[in-house]
C-alpha cells in the first residue's frame, strides 16, 4: 500500500512534465476525467477536463498550461506499456520527422563544414609570411564587412530574379568549387601568386604600423581563402539554412524543434575534430619533399566537398519530396507564394525598405547588440587570463577546460530551451540572453574595477583577485554563448516566419549577413577609440562598463518592440488561417 501511495505522485508529475513536451498532449486524451496513473496506458484520443492522481488533481487553465489541486481518488498501479506509450509521445509524427530529419542533417552538414573551415582559416592567415594575429581584426573590419555588404545587394537581386531554390543552389556551389581550387590549385601555386617581393619593396617606404594591412596584400589568396570561410557561416548556416527552415516550419513546430537543432552544432564539433585529428595522423606518415600542410588541405577540403554535397542533395530531396507533400508544407500557401508578384528595387530603395520596417530594425538591433556586448566582454576578459596564465602550455589547457565546459552546458540549455519556450513564451525567452550577458557582465567588471574591495573575498575563498576575475568571466562566456546557442538564435528565426516573402528574404540577409560581422566590427572600433584615447584596455574598463549597459537597454527595449509585434502578426495569422 506503501508503495502505491508513492508511485501515484511519481506518475503524476512524469504526466505534467510530459505535457510540457511536444509529443505529449493532455488535450488529446481519451477520456473527460481519467484516474492516473493507469491513463498512461490508455490511448490518447480527445479531450480532457482533469487527471485524478491520488489526492491531486491536475487541472489545465485557461492558457493551456497545467496545474494541480486536490482530488479524492486513489491511484491505481501503472500497466507494463505505461512507460513505452510515453517514450512513444515523444516521438514526433510522421509528417514531422520527414521534414525535420533532412532539416537536422542539412544543419549538421554545414556546421560540419564550417568547423573545418574555422580553424583552417585561422592557421592559413597567422602562420603566413610575414603575418600574425594581428592581422585578423583588419580582415574582420575592412575585408569581410564590405564583403558581407556586397554580398547583401547581391542576394536582394538573386531573390528578385530567382525562385528560392535556385538563390540556394546558386549561393552554395560556388563555396564548394571555390574551397576545392583553393586546395588543388590556388595553394600548390602560391609561391608564384603572392606578391612577396613588390610588397616588400612597399614596407620599407612605410610605417611599421602598416604590416598588418600589407601582409593581408602579400597573403591576398588566405585572406580571400579567410572570408570565404567566414561567409560560409554568414551565408550558408545563418541565411540560406534559416530561410529554408523557416519556410517549410510553422511557428509552433519551431518552438518544439529548433532549440533541438543546436545539438547538431555540438556533434558535427565532434565529428569535425575527430576527421582533423584523423587528417594530422596521415600527415605525420608523408615521406620527405611533400608539404604536409598542402596534402592536409586536400584532405580538409574535400572532407567540405563531400559534405556540401551531401548537403545540395538533402536540399534537392527537400524539394522533391517534402515541399510537395500536404502533410508536410501547406500547398495552398506554397502556391500563394510562387504566384505573388515580386517587387524588384534596386539597393537604394531595398535600404529604404527594410529602414522603414521597424520589426526588420528591432532584429538588426538584437543581433548587432548581441556582437557589440559580447565582443566588449570576451576582450575584456582575454587581457585577464593572459594576465593569469602567461605560459602558452597553461593557456591552451584553460582554454580546452573553457571549451569542454561550454560544450556541457550548451547541451543542457539547448533541452531546456524547448521547455522554456513553451512555459514562458517567447518574450521571455528572448529575454534570458541579454540578461545572462548583463548579469554576468556587471559581475566581471565589478570585480576589475573594485579588485582592492574583493580581495578579502578572493583570500577567503583561497584565491586572488586576478583568478576570481578569471573564472567569472569563463562562467560568463559560457552561460552567455550557451544561451545565445539555445534561446538566442531560435528566437531570432522564430520571428522570420510570420513576415511577407520580401521581407524575410531581404531583412533576413541584411539582419544575418551585415548585422553579424557589424555587430563585432562594432565592438572591436569601440575598443580601438577607447584605447587610443586612455592608453590602456584595463583603462577604458568603466567606459566598457556603462557602453555595455547602454547597448543592453537599447537591446531590452528591441526585445519588447519586437515581442509586441510578434505577437500581432501570429494572432493575424491565426484569424487569416
Known amino acids: 500500500m506503501m508503495k502505491l501511495k508513492c508511485a501515484a505522485p511519481i506518475a503524476c508529475l512524469l504526466v505534467l512534465l510530459l505535457g510540457s513536451t511536444s509529443g505529449f498532449s493532455p488535450s488529446s486524451l481519451q477520456s473527460k476525467h481519467l484516474t492516473c496513473p493507469s491513463t498512461l496506458a490508455k490511448p490518447f484520443t480527445s479531450t480532457f477536463k482533469s487527471l485524478h492522481c491520488n489526492n491531486n488533481v491536475i487541472h489545465r487553465n485557461g492558457g493551456g498550461r497545467l496545474y494541480m489541486s486536490e482530488g479524492t481518488e486513489a491511484a491505481a498501479v501503472p500497466p507494463k506499456g505505461g512507460f513505452i506509450q510515453k517514450i512513444k509521445s515523444k516521438i514526433p509524427p510522421a509528417a514531422e520527422r520527414k521534414k525535420l530529419v533532412p532539416l537536422a542533417l542539412m544543419f549538421f552538414f554545414i556546421l560540419f563544414n564550417y568547423t573545418i573551415l574555422r580553424d583552417t582559416k585561422d592557421v592559413l592567415m597567422v602562420t603566413a609570411k610575414g603575418s600574425g594575429a594581428e592581422v585578423i581584426p583588419f580582415i574582420k573590419t575592412y575585408v569581410n564587412l564590405p564583403t558581407a555588404i556586397g554580398f547583401t545587394a547581391l542576394y536582394s537581386k538573386l531573390c528578385d530574379r530567382m525562385e528560392q531554390k535556385d538563390v540556394f543552389y546558386t549561393c552554395t556551389i560556388p563555396f564548394l568549387f571555390f574551397f576545392l581550387a583553393f586546395a588543388f590549385i590556388i595553394y600548390p601555386n602560391v609561391g608564384m601568386l603572392h606578391p612577396h617581393a613588390f610588397v616588400d619593396k612597399i614596407a620599407l617606404a612605410l610605417p611599421e604600423g602598416f604590416g598588418a594591412p600589407l601582409a593581408i596584400v602579400r597573403n591576398w589568396s588566405f585572406a580571400v581563402f579567410y572570408v570565404m570561410a567566414e561567409m560560409w557561416g554568414s551565408v550558408v548556416a545563418s541565411l540560406l539554412f534559416w530561410s529554408f527552415a523557416n519556410e517549410v516550419t510553422t511557428v509552433e513546430e519551431a518552438k518544439k524543434y529548433y532549440p533541438l537543432f543546436g545539438l547538431g552544432a555540438n556533434v558535427a564539433l565532434i565529428f569535425s575534430g575527430q576527421y582533423v585529428r584523423f587528417v594530422s595522423t596521415l600527415r605525420a606518415g608523408l615521406p620527405p619533399g611533400i608539404d604536409p600542410w598542402g596534402m592536409s588541405l586536400k584532405y580538409l577540403m574535400g572532407a567540405v566537398s563531400v559534405s556540401g554535397g551531401c548537403l545540395v542533395a538533402l536540399f534537392n530531396y527537400m524539394q522533391r519530396k517534402v515541399l510537395t507533400d500536404p502533410a508536410c508544407v501547406d500547398q495552398e500557401k506554397q502556391a500563394a507564394k510562387k504566384k505573388r508578384k515580386k ?72 533541452l531546456l530551451g524547448r521547455k522554456i519556450f513553451q512555459k514562458f513564451g517567447w518574450r521571455n525567452a528572448a529575454m534570458v540572453t541579454p540578461s545572462m550577458i548583463g548579469v554576468t557582465g556587471l559581475i566581471f567588471y565589478s570585480l576589475t574595477l573594485f579588485a582592492p574591495f574583493f580581495e578579502p573575498i578572493a583570500q577567503t575563498l583561497g584565491t586572488t583577485p586576478l583568478m576570481l576575475a578569471v573564472v567569472v568571466g569563463a562562467a560568463q562566456n559560457i552561460l552567455s554563448k550557451s544561451a545565445k546557442y539555445s534561446l538566442f538564435d531560435p528566437c531570432k528565426e522564430m520571428a522570420y516566419i510570420p513576415l511577407d516573402q520580401d521581407s524575410k528574404t531581404k531583412g533576413k540577409a541584411a539582419v544575418d549577413v551585415v548585422g553579424n560581422p557589424l555587430g563585432k566590427s562594432g565592438g572591436a572600433l569601440i575598443q580601438q577609440i577607447l584605447i587610443f584615447g586612455v592608453g590602456s584596455l584595463a583603462a577604458a574598463t568603466p567606459w566598457l562598463a556603462g557602453i555595455l549597459g547602454l547597448l543592453l537597454f537599447f537591446w531590452y527595449k528591441a526585445v519588447n518592440s519586437l515581442a509586441g509585434q510578434f505577437d500581432e502578426k501570429m494572432e493575424a495569422a491565426s484569424e487569416t488561417a
Do not use: H, Q
Open 343 to 414: 517587387t524588384k528595387m534596386g539597393l537604394r530603395d531595398s535600404a529604404k525598405f527594410l529602414l522603414s520596417s521597424s520589426y526588420i530594425r528591432d532584429l538588426a538591433t538584437l543581433v548587432i547588440s548581441y556582437g557589440m556586448c559580447i565582443n566588449l566582454v570576451e576582450v575584456s576578459w582575454k587581457s585577464k587570463l593572459k594576465a593569469a596564465y602567461p605560459d602558452p602550455n597553461a593557456y591552451s589547457s584553460f582554454m580546452g577546460n573553457f571549451s569542454s565546459a561550454t560544450g556541457t552546458v550548451t547541451l543542457i540549455m539547448m
